[in-house]
């Protein structure tokens, strides 16, 4: 069964601080994803990657980068964490052909 | 760019009534993929129905959808809602040409007894 792993799943970060949330998929797929949710804005797409080595930017990709340093993993990473960027984050993975995405968990970010 | 609208943030219904959630999208491309995504609390988002035919139903679990290209909508139906329907509902538009899903602001359904 396809399996997107997170983690951590929660965590509480300093205003300022480095953050970096992991993701790892054991679906073989090309393509992997970081979404944020927040109420009333649903799941909002920071980053994304269809390829090792490579990351392209998503719809609100501001105060995050991302990495993809094999096709297994992928991380975001907030340089100076935010009050604003507390949300859940959200990984996924897609096989190219295949348009169904697979989510992780969810990590839950709080800054404080 | 490409949008989808849920109209609704919230829908509380008793159980047994049909359920009617609300999606409509706008995109500059012919070729449209709508999805429905539904989250229980501390579980992944899933995929629950999906649909590129115009006028066609597609239905799973008791859901059912139908693209209506002429309108721009994927509303989500049931017709009589289970206290286990109780979530969050994501329509969601498969854009470009690297799968790149376009959400809406998802519909909370909460059934009640």
């Known amino acids: 069964e396809a399996a997107v792993t997170q983690s951590p799943r929660s965590k509480v970060a300093v205003t300022g601080g480095k953050v970096t949330l992991s993701c790892h998929q054991t679906?073989?797929?090309?393509?992997m994803y970081w979404y944020r949710q927040d109420t009333g804005h649903g799941l909002r797409l920071i980053h994304y990657?269809?390829?090792?080595?490579?990351?392209e930017k998503g719809d609100i990709p501001d105060g995050y980068k991302a990495s993809r340093p094999s096709q297994e993993n992928f991380s975001l990473i907030l340089e100076l964490a935010s009050l604003s960027q507390t949300a859940v984050y959200f990984c996924?993975?897609?096989?190219?052909?295949?348009?169904?995405?697979?989510f992780g968990k969810g990590t839950r970010l709080t800054v404080v | 760019g490409d949008s989808v609208t849920q109209t609704e943030g919230l829908v509380t219904l008793t159980e047994g009534l049909p359920v009617m959630l609300n999606c409509t999208y706008q995109?500059?491309?012919?070729?449209?993929?709508l999805f429905w995504y539904v989250h229980y609390l501390n579980e992944s988002p899933w995929l629950l129905l999906r649909?590129?035919?115009?006028?066609k139903r597609t239905e799973h679990q008791g859901f059912h959808a139908t693209l209506h290209k002429s309108s721009s909508s994927f509303h989500l139906q049931k017709s009589s809602a289970q206290l286990s329907d109780s979530a969050l509902y994501y329509c969601?538009?498969?854009?470009?040409?690297?799968?790149?899903?376009?959400f809406g602001a998802g519909t909370r359904l909460a059934v009640c007894p």
């Open positions: 990657s269809y390829v090792a080595d490579s990351t």
């Open positions: 996924a993975s897609s096989d190219r052909a295949n348009t169904e995405v697979f």
């Open positions: 995109t500059i491309y012919s070729n449209a993929f």
């Open positions: 649909s590129s035919t115009d006028n």
């Open positions: 969601a538009y498969l854009s470009g040409s690297f799968n790149k899903l376009t």
């Open positions: 679906n073989n797929h090309d393509y």
